[in-house]
């Protein structure tokens, strides 16, 4: 009995490196790596999903995504400062000069504000933070999305902020995510937050987002968009490129950083 055990926290602990480093597992290829049966498998993945450390998939099952980090998006700006800095530098690269862009609340989205081309812009966000840092640059008509501040966010996404989205027709929306993956789809951990950020995909001629290696193969509660309705996934340059071939397969128009 200690033997079987053993084994079971042995295939756990397996299972959970494994969607540790790829994001998601398959469950005929777990079965096959480890000896064991599918009905085995799928016994653990539900094991592990009840647990909360992973969300069953059709297949198998995926990583979940973190919560939003603590702290406001100043803070959280200044973790992984420098992979977040080239990922914004490429996004920056998507911004054509007159164009009117949305920057979602996000500290990926903070970092762009930094890279924006020196040319004139107009920039919507519903970030104080992002805000901020555009407020004293004079070729930026900087317009604020208003409403409750929801702090763990670091943005307005309530009812107020979605009266006015219905005004709005941005060119380009950068889409704070919390998970995005190849099936699961752009997925936020909060409710409002996700149906904040449907709407106004919905109203903008093109989505981007930009996504750390963290949120790449991770699954959020809420649905924003699926993967084949994002126009670019701006990712890093390491980057496995099986991963990288799973995106363009589901539709993602890929910008790797330098």
Avoid: W
Avoid at 57 to 83: D, F, K, N, W
Wanted: charged share 20%; hydrophobic share 45%.
């Amino acid at each position: 009995m200690k033997r079987e055990n053993l084994l079971l926290q042995e295939r756990h602990d397996l299972i959970l490196k494994q969607l540790q480093a790829d994001g998601r597992v398959i469950a005929s290829m777990l079965a096959q790596n480890l000896n064991v049966t599918e009905d085995t498998i799928r016994r653990d993945l539900r094991d592990l999903a009840a647990a909360g450390l992973c969300q069953k998939v059709y297949g198998g099952a995926v990583r979940i995504a973190a919560a939003p980090e603590s702290g406001t998006l100043t803070q959280r700006l200044g973790r992984e400062q420098s992979g977040k800095s080239r990922l914004a530098t490429a996004a920056a690269t998507l911004v054509k000069p007159g164009s009117v862009i949305f920057l979602d609340a996000g500290s990926s989205n903070l970092a762009i504000a930094d890279a924006l081309p020196n040319a004139p812009l107009t920039v919507l966000t519903n970030a104080p933070s992002i805000a901020a840092r555009l407020l004293d640059k004079s070729h930026v008509e900087l317009i604020m999305i208003g409403g409750r501040i929801k702090q763990g966010l670091g943005g307005s996404v309530g009812a107020t902020a979605l009266r006015e989205v219905e005004l709005l027709r941005p060119d380009l929306y950068f889409v704070g995510a919390c998970g995005v993956d190849p099936q699961a789809g752009i997925t936020a951990v909060d409710f409002e937050e996700a149906e904040f950020k449907r709407r106004l995909a919905a109203h903008s001629k093109a989505t981007a987002v930009v996504a750390t290696a963290a949120k790449l193969g991770a699954v959020a509660s809420f649905l924003v968009l699926p993967i084949a309705q994002l126009t670019h996934l701006v990712v890093e340059r390491d980057t496995d490129a099986r991963l990288m071939d799973a995106y363009s397969a589901a539709g993602a128009r890929l910008l790797r950083a330098e």
